[in-house]
């Protein structure tokens, strides 16, 4: 079953094309990620699905029915969106910060008890963030930050992840962390995911497809390992790169350039 489907989708702002006829689908379960170069409309993607931005001519479906059919609440219930880990403060404690994010399910009347609790209880552990429950948003590092977004996402119960480049300004380590965490929630949970990143082989080591962007317009739209070829590769971004096969798994990756 399709979770989403885009169909001739495009999107201007001012007097610019930023998404061009854009259409590709995904399937429930599917781990998909979106590459393509600067200012290629990967955000721009991920906020019209969410709703965040409006407007454009084409189809966006979530499961079946037109995306401007939802209320903000009733999509809230099958999407979440996890912004880039870019600094922003939220004036909460992680604990109230992650109830918050129940709000989909709950009524202004609402009272927390003791099961909503134990439930952020639940989703700290899965992101191995038990210990900061009661620390404040501002006090954590980018990385300790988008795990608790993620835990957001749990609570608030979402089938499909929208991540935009998740892991932009994290360390290796909490780089990989993120990726293992996004990883294991799509195995085991069977959580959909879509996420922008510029890290190319992450994106083919991780994904099952990747959708390519250039201007706006699908450039590839396939698997993971398909994609990574020098023509495709050329033709995304402009420039050659150096490949080899990687050790434990039958695809191409990319190596770091040696600049003289």
């Known amino acids: 079953m399709n979770v989403i489907e885009v169909k001739g989708f495009s999107y201007s702002f ?11 689908s995904v399937k429930e379960g599917e781990y998909l990620s979106i590459i393509g170069p600067n200012g290629a409309g990967k955000t721009t993607l ?3 699905i969410m709703r965040i931005l409006k407007g454009g001519r084409g189809s966006i479906k979530v499961k079946d029915a ?4 939802y209320s903000q609440r009733e999509l809230a219930r099958i999407i979440s969106y996890v912004p ?13 910060f992650i109830l918050i994010s129940k709000y989909p399910h709950l009524n202004p009347f609402s009272k927390i008890t003791g099961r909503d609790e134990k439930e952020v209880d639940e989703v700290l552990e899965s992101v191995h963030m038990s210990r900061f429950k009661n620390r404040a948003m501002a ?17 608030q119960k979402a089938e499909v992840f929208l991540l ?27 959580i959909t995911v879509l996420a ?33 070829e020098q023509n495709n590769l050329r033709s995304l971004y402009d ?22």
């Open 14 to 24: 001012g007097n610019g094309d930023i998404l061009r006829s854009v259409t590709f």
């Open 46 to 48: 991920l906020k019209n």
């Open 66 to 69: 037109e995306v401007v059919g």
């Open 84 to 96: 880039q880990a870019d600094g922003r403060s939220y004036p909460f404690e992680v604990r109230e």
């Open 139 to 155: 006090a954590l590092s980018s990385g300790e930050r988008q795990k608790i977004m993620i835990a957001a996402s749990l609570v």
């Open 164 to 190: 935009d480049e998740p892991t932009t300004f994290l360390d290796p380590r909490h780089e990989e962390e993120i990726y293992r965490i996004l990883k294991k929630l799509n195995r085991e949970r069977n």
């Open 196 to 228: 922008v990143t510029h890290n190319v082989n992450s994106a083919v080591l991780l994904s099952d497809r990747v959708l390519a962007l250039k201007n706006g317009s699908v450039l590839y739209c396939g698997d993971s390992g398909g994609f990574m």
């Open 239 to 260: 420039k050659e790169f150096e490949l080899m096969r990687h050790p434990k798994k039958d695809i191409n990756v990319i190596l770091p350039e040696a600049i003289p």
